[in-house]
């Protein structure tokens, strides 16, 4: 089991910024490629951004290129968003997962998932 705890959403107008956050219990946080997924009301969940177990790779969803950054660190156990240039289409409970065997691009590659935390975007 990786306990998983996002922290960091809240209300931010257009264009403004956050940053999320999500930290792992336990010591095998290297173990553990790491994502991002988000879902909105009466959406399915979908990928956001991912990094490797390493982080010298990543990968976005077209949509986010060149306004989020997915980044950890492994002594710290934990994984970070940094979200720019919010849109209102952003608006949604993100969540955090991990992945063993595989870097989760999508849910299906997701061994374990935090509970969420909600952004809002107000236009």
């Known amino acids: 089991q990786v306990p998983l705890a996002e922290s960091g959403g809240g209300l931010v107008q257009d264009g403004g910024s956050l940053r999320l956050s999500c930290a792992a219990s336990?010591?095998?946080?290297?173990?553990?490629?790491m994502g991002w997924f988000r879902q909105a009301p009466e959406k399915e969940r979908e990928f956001v951004a991912a990094?490797?177990?390493?982080?010298?790779?990543?990968y976005y969803r077209n949509s986010v290129k060149g306004r989020f950054t997915i980044s950890r660190d492994n002594a710290k156990n934990a994984v970070y968003l940094q979200m720019n240039s919010l849109k209102p289409e952003d608006t949604a409970v993100y969540y955090c997962?991990?992945?063993?065997?595989?870097?989760?691009?999508?849910?299906?590659?997701?061994?374990?998932w935090g509970q969420g935390t909600q952004v809002t975007v107000s236009s």
């Open positions: 990094i490797t177990w390493s982080g010298d790779r990543t």
């Open positions: 336990g010591r095998t946080f290297s173990d553990y490629a």
């Open positions: 997962a991990a992945g063993r065997r595989a870097v989760p691009t999508t849910k299906f590659l997701c061994d374990y």
